[in-house]
Nanobody, 122 residues
């Protein structure tokens, strides 16, 4: 599975962005997907995850109510809608695919995209 993120950019605090992650390969619908982010000087952290069917979603506490993860298996794409952005959301955002393991640990994910930069100005 190859993953390509897009949709990052510069936005003012309080604004919104929608990130997309396009996957290649025939078995996208069998993978559970996640979004992680990494800010300069910080460790990569879990943002959100969605199971293979889209029926279950999970969020880090600081993203609940602001971010929404979704997927379209017909388009081999997973999305991250980010509203109410804050300067502390500035980071490189990565999508990732996994079959098993825990949704909140990066070690569980087998495939990663190259990342897309999100910058939130105050």
């Amino acid at each position: 599975v190859q993953l390509v993120e897009s949709g990052g950019g510069l936005v003012q605090a309080g604004g919104s962005l929608r990130l997309s992650c396009a996957a290649s390969g025939r078995y996208f619908s069998t993978y559970n997907m996640g979004w992680f982010r990494q800010a300069p000087g910080k460790e990569r952290e879990f943002v959100a995850a969605i199971n293979w069917s889209g029926g279950n979603t999970y969020y880090a506490d600081s993203m609940k109510g602001r971010f929404t993860i979704s997927r379209d298996n017909a388009k081999n794409t997973v999305y991250l809608q980010m509203n109410g952005l804050k300067p502390e959301d500035t980071a490189v955002y990565y999508c990732a695919a996994r079959r098993g393991g825990f949704y909140y640990t990066s070690e569980s994910y087998d495939y990663w995209g190259q990342g897309t930069q999100v910058t939130v100005s105050s």
